[in-house]
């Protein structure tokens, strides 16, 4: 178990809806970045948060942002869903320059 | 542009045998790899990682492979087990990047 913990398994919106995703890193991580990762593909990199500020993003629109807490826990925010946007999302956490380190990820429904 | 990919999307082997999963990068600026297991409903699991002045590294009955002049990567396991069924994906990253790039995966499937 990496001990990252992503919050919540499944969720289901309607296209239009907002959603917000969790993670919290493993211990003794400061970097937080996620990912989407539709069926049958490789995880995409939406962005990184280190030090609460976004340090990197990937090829997403603005309707995808983040925030990152003192903690160093994560939220993703989705705004007007679109079908597209169903995919697994992935939190990872990593120290410096170290390993990335995956959640169990959040399953994202939009109908 | 930048793509890790792989050449074989379904391997298919008997339990008890080795196996070898290939991963093709383009970015000649990349200098750190992983390979990670996904099992179904899960997320990316840590198998091994090597940076690019090494040209092999062992673990516990995995062995990564790096041949930099052509961009290959290549996953061994030893003595396959039907725990090791998922798919697995290798990923790069730059040293000038904090991202992951991820290839589309090889799913391994174990014969018992």
């Known amino acids: 178990d990496a001990g990252v913990t992503q919050s919540p398994t499944h969720l289901i919106k309607t296209r239009g809806q907002q959603v917000t995703l969790r993670c919290s890193p493993k211990?003794?991580?400061?970097?937080v970045s996620w990912y989407q990762q539709a069926l049958g593909q490789g995880p995409q990199f939406i962005f990184q948060?280190?030090?609460?500020?976004?340090?990197q993003r990937g090829n997403f629109p603005d309707r995808f942002s983040g925030h990152q807490f003192p903690n160093y826990s994560s939220e993703l925010n989705v705004n007007a869903l679109l079908l597209g946007d169903s995919a697994l999302y992935l939190c990872?956490?990593?120290?410096?320059?170290?390993?990335?380190?995956f959640g169990p990820g959040t399953r994202l429904t939009v109908l | 542009g930048e793509s890790v990919g792989l050449h074989l999307p379904t391997l298919s082997v008997q339990e008890g045998d080795n196996s070898i999963i290939n991963c093709a990068y383009s970015?000649?600026?990349?200098?750190?790899f992983i390979w990670y297991k996904q099992e179904s409903g899960k997320g990316p699991q840590f198998i091994i990682d090597?940076?690019?002045?090494?040209d092999k590294r062992q673990g516990q009955r995995v062995t990564v492979l790096l041949n930099k002049t052509v961009k290959h990567l290549s996953l061994q396991i030893a003595a396959t087990q039907p725990g090791d069924s998922a798919v697995y994906f290798c990923?790069?990253?730059?040293?000038?990047?904090?991202?992951?790039?991820f290839g589309s995966g090889t799913r391994l499937l174990v014969r018992p």
């Open positions: 211990s003794g991580h400061d970097t």
């Open positions: 090597i940076r690019s002045n090494m």
């Open positions: 948060y280190y030090e609460e500020e976004e340090r």
């Open positions: 990872a956490s990593t120290a410096g320059t170290d390993t990335q380190y």
């Open positions: 990923a790069e990253n730059s040293g000038s990047s904090y991202k992951l790039i």
């Open positions: 970015n000649s600026a990349s200098d750190y």
